[in-house]
């Protein structure tokens, strides 16, 4: 899946959350925090282009263990032990980047290290994720509109 897919969804994720949620708002941060991070195990994505990544990019494939379960579980208690909220926060965006990626074609292997592989029929950059991204902008922004007529 596109960057800018995992944002919209994320986003999406994160206000229906905040609505049912009384949370603070910083939790945003580590939910786009964890969107992001998932990919740094690809050179070519947002963040994984850095060089400092390309030892982890050595040692993992793409898809391969940051894409599991047992990493999100594992890495969210890390940063919850710090701050439980965005322990919360680092949850939701990482579940919110695995479920995207469940729905492509290419699949997420979701129970590592087992091999099996979680997958869709959603070719990445193909006309169903720009139908995804456009639906998920246009309700972001309706959720961030009604969200202010709410606090007006
Ligand atoms: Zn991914």
């Given amino acids: 899946m596109l960057f800018r897919t995992h944002i919209v969804f994320s986003l999406a994720v994160y206000f229906l959350l905040a609505y049912f949620l009384e949370m603070p708002f910083f939790v945003l941060g580590f939910v786009l925090f964890a969107m992001a ?12 282009n850095h060089w400092y990544f390309r030892p982890l990019q050595w040692m993992t494939k793409h898809r391969g263990v940051l894409h599991s379960l047992v990493a999100c579980v594992f890495l969210s208690l890390a940063v919850g032990a710090i701050s439980l909220w965005g322990g919360f926060g680092f949850f939701v965006g990482y579940v919110s980047h695995l ?22 029929f959603v070719k990445s950059g193909g006309i169903v ?14 959720l961030f509109v009604w969200g202010i007529i709410e606090i007006v």
């Fill in 37 to 48: 991070f998932v990919d740094i195990d690809i050179k070519n994505s947002k963040f994984g």
């Fill in 99 to 120: 479920f995207l990626d469940c729905l492509t074609r290419s699949g997420v292997k979701l129970f590592w290290p087992f091999n099996w592989k979680v997958r869709g």
């Fill in 129 to 142: 994720e720009e139908v995804i991204f456009v639906l998920f902008l246009l309700g972001d922004i309706g």
